[in-house]
Nanobody, 113 residues
Framework: QVQLVESGGGLVQPGGSLRLSCAAS????????MAWYRKAPGKQREWVAF???????NYADSVRGRFTISRDNAKNTMYLQMNNLKPEDTALYYCNVLGTATWGQGTQVTVSS
């Protein structure tokens, strides 16, 4: 069974950057399509980006051009580089094995001056 642990969240000013990590253990990470989601207070959970096993990616319109998803299969880790952060990016960010009920515990990102 896959276990996921997110890290890298924090408080950043508008226009700043953060890199989130999602470390996976327990199974064959490189075969999975992995995704990032986020949930802001009072809003529904929102898909952010996914990366397939072959490296192909896709992004929500709200983050395209600012966020970059990547993976290092040798380290069983997925990343989300977030640049030009905006206050509306404030949320709890989760990683997910796409299409499954396998989630991490989340890492908080707060964008505020």
């Amino acid at each position: 069974q896959v276990q996921l642990v997110e890290s890298g969240g924090g408080l950043v000013q508008p226009g700043g950057s953060l890199r989130l990590s999602c470390a996976a253990s327990g199974s064959i990470f490189q075969t999975y399509t992995m995704a990032w989601y986020r949930k802001a207070p009072g809003k529904q959970r929102e898909w952010v980006a996914f990366i397939q096993s072959d490296g192909r990616t896709n992004y929500a319109d709200s983050v395209r051009g600012r966020f970059t998803i990547s993976r290092d299969n040798a380290k069983n880790t997925m990343y989300l580089q977030m640049n030009n952060l905006k206050p509306e990016d404030t949320a709890l960010y989760y990683c997910n094995v796409l299409g499954t009920a396998t989630w991490g515990q989340g890492t908080q990102v707060t964008v505020s001056s």
